[in-house]
């Protein structure tokens, strides 16, 4: 079983809807997770860390379930500039390693 | 501030010939640094975790003496490819871990394409 799964997408929405992703973590211990965005043939970039509570940034919200060991990001009011590909990053706290998702493509549509 | 600059950002290169890759921290000191490589369309996949002053920890499959990584200071770790095969070309990234309260983030460079001929 992989350590971080998601659904690859894509996700093809109309500008101006919402949008959320969900990805689902195997490991009990993880303590860390964050959403990064990555644009074509560029690096992953921070977009959030998420934090037990959820948080909130602008039009993105950002939830941890840890009973279920999922996190969501959710997007509101979508622009053309939120089309990207948006990876999932789970670490556990004594660990080194950084776990990825594969990735959800979100194309949104003019 | 967490900058990590990746130099170079494209190379081409004769197949049989090395390609080395720095990665270097600019505005913090970063103990660990990870190479991932990135195939078009597809995940990024850690290749190894970079530990400054101790040898590398590979991942599974992937081939130390093909790839072989050095972190000699805080703030510099190199990737060199050595007998590139076209195979090899890629999307090679690094990142640092932060430090500090930032210590469970990372930051990545700008990644290097390589195109082995």
């Known amino acids: 079983r992989k350590e971080v799964e998601q659904d690859p997408g894509p996700f093809n929405v109309p500008e101006g809807a919402t949008v959320a992703f969900n990805c689902t973590y195997s490991n009990s211990a993880s303590q860390s997770f964050f959403w990064y965005r990555q644009d074509c043939r560029k690096e992953p970039k921070l977009l959030m860390s998420?934090?037990?509570s959820g948080n909130e940034d602008g039009r993105f919200t950002a939830q941890l379930n840890r009973a279920s060991q999922y996190i969501s990001l959710l997007i509101r009011d979508s622009k053309l500039s939120d089309s990207a590909t948006y990876l999932c990053v789970v670490n556990t706290f004594t660990g080194n390693q950084f776990y990825f998702g594969t990735g959800t493509s979100l194309t949104v549509i003019p | 501030g967490a900058v990590v600059s990746q130099h170079p950002s494209r190379v081409i290169c004769k197949s049989g010939t090395s390609v080395k890759i720095e990665c270097r921290s600019l505005d913090f000191q970063a103990t660990t640094m990870f190479w991932y490589r990135q195939f078009p369309k597809k995940s990024l996949m850690l290749m190894a975790t970079?530990?400054?002053?101790?040898?590398?920890?590979?991942e599974q499959g992937v081939e130390k003496d093909k790839f072989l990584i050095n972190h000699a200071s805080l703030t510099l770790s190199t990737l060199t490819v050595t007998s590139a095969h076209p195979e090899d070309s890629s999307f090679y990234i690094c990142?640092?871990?932060?430090?500090?309260?930032?210590?469970?983030?990372?930051?990545f460079g700008p990644g290097t394409r390589l195109t082995v001929l």
């Open positions: 970079s530990n400054e002053g101790s040898k590398a920890t590979y």
């Open positions: 998420v934090y037990s």
């Open positions: 990142s640092a871990r932060g430090s500090g309260r930032r210590y469970n983030e990372q930051f």
